[in-house]
């Protein structure tokens, strides 16, 4: 989820879903830049193409903006295939990432679920350029969802009781989840299920909630911060074998522009993140419309950041 991680109204505003492979065009458009980027010394925020990572930017860049850092923000870049080579050739220097998926991103072996177990191998994992700081308490999984009407029809409460059934099945995700152990591999073979059909929509967005109630498919990937799971009658699906590990929400830095100050910042902010909070803070996005800058200052604010 990490997949991380998630949506209908912000995901439109403010993504495209062409941002979510990594096509030959440069796929970083700059937005709400406040000041000198990385050319200019400052720190460069970049986002993932879904409201909570674009708020977790927000909040990130505030949260440094207060501390003096200079901070230029270039969001909604698109997918980890997309972001992680641009913070390794420059074009941006800081992203929140998900321990999880970042840790199976770099090391296709990793094999820890609980959190700090997690935390611990993706460290080891990361390349030399690049740097984690403090993981929060701000957990946010990828999941499996599907109508409750539909679960309650196939009789499924986990994604292990869709054995037998996921032949007849259509399900839906981000186009990376056709390789990532995380999607159609890992339901394969982690769960013994192969699906009737996989449709390439997006990550935790529009495409794959509209998907969903409309039932052209029946079982597609959400984030579990995600309000529009219950708002629309929806069901996560139970993992029993972990196919998604702990993915706490931490700041992935390179390691050439971290300082005290810097990383003071970041690290403050994760100290006051937990689940709830990030969920409610979302929903203020998601649901309320608010615009994910403000909802930051108000969390900052406080939380004794700005």
Excluded at 45 to 59: H, K, N, T, Y
Excluded at 118 to 144: Q, R
Excluded at 186 to 202: Q, V
Aim: aromatic fraction near 4%; include cysteine.
């Amino acid at each position: 989820m990490p997949k991380i991680a998630l949506t209908v109204t912000m995901a439109v505003a403010m993504a495209t879903m062409a941002a979510c492979g990594n096509s030959g065009s440069n796929p970083l458009s700059t937005g709400g830049a406040s000041s000198s980027g990385a050319s200019g010394g400052g720190i460069t925020v970049g986002s993932a193409d879904f409201p909570e990572s674009a708020l977790l930017a927000e909040i990130y860049a505030g949260a440094l903006e207060a501390k003096g850092v200079k901070v230029s923000k270039r969001l909604n870049i698109g997918a980890r295939e997309a972001y992680i080579p641009a913070l390794q050739d420059g074009s941006i220097d800081l992203i929140p990432e998900y321990t999880g998926v970042l840790t199976q991103y770099f090391n296709k072996s990793a094999s820890a679920k609980d959190a700090d177990g997690v935390y611990t191998e993706l460290k080891a994992a990361l390349p030399a350029t690049l740097t984690v700081l403090d993981k929060s308490a701000a957990e946010d999984k990828d999941a499996l969802v599907m109508k409750k009407s539909r679960a309650d029809q196939l009789g499924v409460k986990s994604i292990a009781d869709l054995a037998g059934k996921s032949q007849q099945l259509t399900v839906g995700g981000p186009p990376e989840w056709k390789t990532r152990p995380t999607g159609i591999p890992g339901f394969k073979s982690i769960y013994g299920l192969t699906f009737k059909e996989f449709r390439p929509l997006d990550a935790g967005g529009p495409l794959t909630l509209n998907a969903l109630k409309s039932g052209q498919i029946d079982a597609g990937d959400l984030f579990t911060t995600d309000p529009n799971i219950a708002a629309n009658n929806l069901v996560a699906l139970d993992d029993p074998k972990h196919m998604y590990a702990a993915q706490n929400v931490v700041p992935l830095l390179t390691k050439s522009k971290s300082t005290p100050t810097i990383e003071g910042a970041l690290n403050a902010v994760s100290a006051k993140l937990d689940t709830a909070t990030l969920a409610a803070l979302l929903t203020e996005v998601v649901t309320d419309k608010k615009d994910p800058s403000a909802v930051a200052k108000e969390f900052l604010t406080k939380n004794g950041l700005a």
